[in-house]
C-alpha cells in the first residue's frame, strides 16, 4: 500500500487496519533503535498509541482497532532521521456490520463478581467484552499452529488445508478461543530469530511472521476467535541451548514480547506469555517466574487495549498460584493435567475459595485421546472423562474450558510422526500409547460436546449461577449433584456425574411450582420433565435417569416463563 493511502483510512469498530510507512534510511537495529508511536486521538477524549513494528526493510506497519465510531486522527512520534516524524492522517470508523460477537462487543477484559449486566450482578468473576457481555471461554489447544500445522497440504479426506480445516470445524462446533503457542523455543528457533554480529541480541525476523505467521493470526480472527497466545514454553529460559536445541533468553523474549503486542496488539488476544511457565525443576522456580513475569511486564506497557494476561499453569496439587499476586495476571488458566494427579472437586472449589478475585479457566484438563498418566495404569481419555472435569470447572465457578485431543496438540500428521525422533519417541510413550494422529482426533466427539456445553450454559445465564454448599465426599461412587443457583432462588442447574450416587438437598429456594427438566450432555437434548411444589425453601433432588453422566435444570414456573420469552425474542 502506498504511504499516501494511509491519510484517509476507513474501517470498523475493533476490526483491525494496518498502516504502512518506509523510513528515510534502514536502521542497524531496526527492532530496538527505531522507535515509532502513532497516537490515535478519537471521540471522546480518547486516545490510544500504538508502536510500530518492523515489517522488513525500510518498512514500518501500525496496527489499529478502533473502539467506538467516529473520526480517529493519528500522528507519529518517530526518529528524525527516518523523516516520519509528525505524520499524520484519520481513520472513521463504523459501527461493525458482521456478526462475530468479538466485534460485536468488543475486546476481553476480566470483571468482577458484582458487576451489573442487563441490571443483574454477575455471580462470579468471568471474562467479559468490552461492552460487559458475557464471554464463555471454550478454548482448543493448538500448540504446535504456528509452525508445524500446514497451511497448504492435508491427509485428513474432508479437508483441503489442516491449519484451516481444523479451525473452521471448532468455529462451527461453537469453540471461541484457540490457544496457541509460538514456540520460538523449540520448533525450528532459528526461522524467528535474525542475528547479527554487531548485535547483542538476536531481533524477531518479520520475514517469517509475514509469511507464516500472520496469515494464521488473522484467519483466527476472521473466524472470531480469540486467540491465547504465548511465545515459549516456560523451562526454555535458559542461556544455552537444552539437549532438544532449544533455548531462549529474557532479552529475546522481553523483544518478540515487545515485538507482537506491535503487530498483533490489534487482534482479539489473550496472552498466555509461556507454557508451563515456572517450570518444575524447584531449583529455576524463581528464576523462571521472575523471567516471564519480566515478559509480561512487557506485553502490558506496550498493549493499549490491555487485552487479559496470564500464563499457562503448571501441573500441580494444589493448583499453581505462584504468579497470582502479580499486578499483570488477571486470570487463572488452570493445569489440571492427564490423569498424573487425581482430577478431584475439592482441588477446584479449594483454589476459587483461597483465591476469590480473579476469573479460573480449565486451561488443560484430560485430552481426548491421550494415554492418562494414573499410577494404577494408563488407560485412553474419553469424552466422557472431559466432560466431567469442563462441568466441575462450571459448577464450581469456573469461567471456561479448554479442550484437547491427542494428534493435535502434539501435531501428529501420520503414524511415521510416532518415532521420527528421540523427543518424539519419548512423547509418544508418555501421552500418544495409542497411536492418535490428527485426521482422527479433529473428529473426536467431544469436541461436539465442548459445543454442546457452551450453549446449555448460555441458554441458563451461566454469569448469574453461584456454586452451592460443600460438595459431596470425594470417594468413588459416593459423590452428589454438583449445583448451582441464582441469587434470587429462582432457577439451579446441578451436574450428575457418572459416579454421583448421593443425594443432594438444596435450600434457598422460593417457594412454589417448579419444573425440572432433564439435560443430556451428549446429545444435546432435553429428556424428560416433571413438575413439583415446593414450601419451605427446600428440595430434595431426584435421581438421575441412567447410570450416565446428567444435567437437571430447575426453574420456578414464573421463571422459566420469563426465560423462554426471552429467548423467543
Known amino acids: 500500500m502506498a504511504e499516501a493511502e494511509n491519510l484517509h483510512r476507513e474501517a470498523e469498530t475493533w476490526r483491525e487496519v494496518v498502516l504502512h510507512f518506509e523510513s528515510a534510511r534502514p536502521f542497524r537495529d531496526s527492532v530496538r533503535d527505531c522507535c515509532i508511536v502513532a497516537d490515535f486521538a478519537g471521540p471522546e477524549g480518547m486516545h490510544i498509541q500504538r508502536e510500530a513494528f518492523w515489517d522488513g526493510g525500510r518498512r ?40 462475530l460477537p468479538i466485534y460485536q462487543h468488543g475486546f476481553l477484559r476480566c470483571a468482577k463478581a458484582g458487576e451489573l449486566y442487563e441490571g443483574q450482578p454477575l ?134 514480547a515487545r515485538y507482537c503486542a506491535a503487530r498483533y496488539g490489534a487482534l482479539p488476544l489473550v496472552w498466555t506469555i509461556a507454557g508451563e511457565a515456572s517450570g518444575y525443576d524447584p531449583s529455576r522456580h524463581d528464576f523462571l517466574v ?11 506497557r506496550h498493549d493499549a487495549y490491555r487485552q487479559p494476561c496470564t500464563v499457562h499453569s503448571v501441573n500441580e496439587r494444589p493448583f499453581s498460584d505462584c504468579f497470582y499476586g502479580e499486578t499483570w495476571y488477571d486470570f487463572t488458566l488452570n493445569q489440571a493435567g492427564h490423569g498424573d494427579f487425581v482430577v478431584a472437586e475439592s482441588d477446584y472449589r479449594d483454589f476459587m475459595e483461597r483465591h476469590p478475585e480473579k476469573p479460573f479457566v480449565e486451561g488443560e484438563a484430560l485430552y481426548e485421546g491421550c494415554s492418562s498418566l494414573e499410577e494404577n495404569g494408563s488407560r485412553r481419555i474419553d469424552a466422557s472423562m472431559l466432560r466431567r472435569v469442563a462441568y466441575i470447572t462450571m459448577q464450581l465457578g469456573g469461567a471456561g474450558y479448554t479442550y484437547g485431543a491427542q494428534g493435535i496438540w ?49 441458554e441458563q445465564k451461566w454469569w448469574t449461577l453461584e456454586p452451592y454448599g460443600k460438595g459431596g465426599s470425594a470417594l468413588l461412587g ?48 432435553y429428556a424428560g420433565e416433571e413438575v413439583r411444589q415446593i414450601s419451605g425453601g427446600r428440595m430434595r433432588l431426584p435421581d438421575k435417569p441412567t447410570m450416565d453422566d446428567w444435567l437437571l435444570v430447575l426453574n420456578r414456573a414464573d421463571g422459566l416463563y420469563k426465560m423462554r420469552m426471552e429467548q423467543s425474542k
Request: proline share 5%; aromatic share 12%; charged share 25%.
Open 60 to 99: 514500518f506497519c501500525v496496527s489499529f482497532a478502533a473502539p467506538r465510531p467516529g473520526t480517529w486522527t493519528w500522528k507519529l512520534a518517530a526518529p528524525p532521521e527516518s523523516e516520519l516524524d509528525g505524520k499524520s492522517g484519520t481513520i472513521v470508523a463504523a459501527p461493525y456490520s458482521g456478526n
Open 290 to 300: 521472575s523471567c516471564w513475569s519480566e515478559a509480561a511486564r512487557t506485553v502490558r
Open 410 to 458: 502434539d501435531n501428529i500428521w501420520s503414524q511415521a510422526d510416532l518415532s521420527k525422533s528421540p523427543m518424539a519417541r519419548m512423547m509418544t510413550e508418555i501421552f500418544n500409547r495409542y497411536g492418535v494422529t490428527w485426521t482422527e482426533a479433529i473428529d473426536f466427539p467431544g469436541a461436539d460436546q465442548m459445543g454442546i456445553m457452551r450453549r446449555f450454559f448460555e
Open 478 to 525: 459416593r459423590k452428589a449433584p454438583l449445583a448451582a443457583k441464582n441469587a434470587d432462588g429462582t432457577h439451579a442447574v446441578a451436574y450428575y456425574a457418572a459416579t454421583t450416587r448421593k443425594p443432594l438437598e438444596l435450600a434457598g429456594l422460593k417457594d412454589g411450582s417448579w419444573l425440572l427438566r432433564w439435560f443430556d450432555p451428549v446429545r444435546g437434548v
Open 123 to 256: 455471580a462470579r468473576n468471568i471474562l467479559v467484552h468490552a461492552d460487559g457481555m458475557p464471554f464463555f471461554w471454550l478454548g482448543d489447544t493448538h500448540w504446535e499452529f504456528a509452525l508445524g500445522e500446514s497451511w497448504d497440504a492435508s491427509n485428513h479426506a474432508g479437508m483441503r488445508s489442516q491449519f484451516r480445516g481444523m479451525a473452521d470445524k471448532r468455529a462451527e462446533q461453537g469453540f471461541t478461543v484457540y490457544q496457541t503457542n509460538l514456540r520460538s523455543d523449540f520448533h525450528e528457533h532459528s526461522r524467528f530469530w535474525l542475528t547479527r554480529e554487531d548485535a547483542e541480541h538476536p531481533i524477531p525476523n518479520p520475514a517469517v511472521f509475514a509469511e507464516e505467521i500472520d496469515r494464521r493470526m488473522h484467519y483466527i480472527a476472521d473466524l472470531g476467535f480469540v486467540n491465547a497466545l504465548g511465545f515459549a514454553w516456560g523451562s526454555s529460559m535458559e542461556a544455552e541451548p537444552d539437549a532438544f536445541g532449544a533455548a531462549t533468553t529474557l532479552a529475546e523474549q522481553k523483544t518478540l
